[in-house]
């Protein structure tokens, strides 16, 4: 079986949910035969290990004008599908599908437009999250001209979304998300790829009252979740355990997460390495506000070991794990206290984090995720 994936960035380093999803459903077809995989590259990506592993990478700088905005709003129709429009990208895939393919899988609903017109096998469109929901959500926590725009693009792509039912398999990452979709569009052929996690690598226990929220801190709703925590519950944590330390780390922290930083609170930007950081965590943290699809945080979390205090949104798609690894709370006093209560009981915080490792272990490895799409790629005849 010869594949060909569009996605949004070489997903290695793979140091975000997108690139985690990418590379697990890259290498599971690449298990059943060739891949190519076209996709735009920054400089922090590399293709080696990739291509080392004997998957097809071809890749395009990601480079953003004018000029390719508005392009990219003619095609795609949408604000978030033009700034990532490039018709090098358009023809690498033409290219590659040319060149013979079972299946084109495009990663992102908004990568839609670069799946070719005519028939070229299998037809995937595999969605992270739905996006007009997530922009729906984003639009009504904010005010003035952003919530307007957010409800534009909520509309755009609710639109793009509706076009799904040219798609063979439509792929989402949670039961839920599944049931929104049923909402924009009927579809025979909707499944569950759940996010997954491969291998969990518990560390030791760590030493000190640390919490930690690891995300991409230049994303929206990673941003709104890093001020909302500091501000409204971490106060709390650190009046009933004055040693706390809270860390934000991840990549490109914007601004406001900056401005977050203090004698309690380290925001790291970029780091080389997440194990060090795990290792100093007792709580990881997921307390999104706005979001969709599931959290590949949450599973990294939990494959280092780490017990995970998240709100009810933050915990979506993986509803399985509460209890099992993950404490979900929503109003700040609440989560502030079970935050509290886990940073005073290093052993339940350990004992919580090893069950929430087992049960990754056990229920979201990517051999299981993929099993579904798999088998309806390779039965003859259902697409």
Sequence with gaps: MRSVVVAKFVPWPPNSGDKRRTL????????????????FETPDDDA???????????????????RG????????????????WDRRLAATVREAVAEGTDVTLVGHVQFMPYAPSGRRGTYVVDMQNIESSLAGRIAASATGVKK????????????????????????????????????????????????????PDPLPPAQDPVVSFVALLSWGPNVEAAAWFAREVWPRV???????????????????????????????GTVPDLAPWYQRTRVALAPLLTGGGSRMKILEALAT?????????????????????????DEPAAMAQEIVALLGDPDRATELG??????????????????????QLETPGTV
């Excluded at 090893?354 to 088998?375: F, K, Q």
């Design 24 to 39: 697990g459903l890259v290498r599971a077809l690449r298990r059943h035969g060739e891949v190519t995989l076209c996709a």
């Design 48 to 66: 080696a290990p990739l291509r080392a592993e004997g998957i097809d990478v071809r890749s395009v700088p990601l480079q953003r004008s004018v």
């Design 69 to 84: 905005l508005l392009d990219g709003l003619r095609v795609g129709q949408s604000i978030t599908a033009a700034r990532f």
């Design 148 to 199: 307007v725009a957010w409800a534009a693009e909520a509309w755009a792509l609710r639109r793009l979304e509706s076009r799904t039912r040219r798609a063979d398999v439509v792929s989402v990452v949670s039961d839920l998300d599944r049931d929104t979709l049923a909402g924009i569009v009927d579809h025979p052929r909707v499944l569950v790829v759940p996010n997954a996690w491969d291998e």
């Design 238 to 268: 650190v009046e009933a355990v004055p040693g706390a330390r809270l860390q934000l780390v991840g990549r490109n922290p914007a601004p406001a997460v900056q401005a977050l930083a203090g004698p309690s609170v380290e925001v790291t």
């Design 305 to 329: 070991g780490r017990p995970v205090v998240a709100t009810a949104i933050g915990a979506e798609g993986l509803e399985d794990l509460v209890g099992r690894g993950v404490v979900v709370a």
């Design 354 to 375: 090893l069950a929430g490792a087992r049960a990754v272990g056990e229920d979201h490895s990517w051999t299981a995720a993929v099993r579904p799409l798999l088998a």
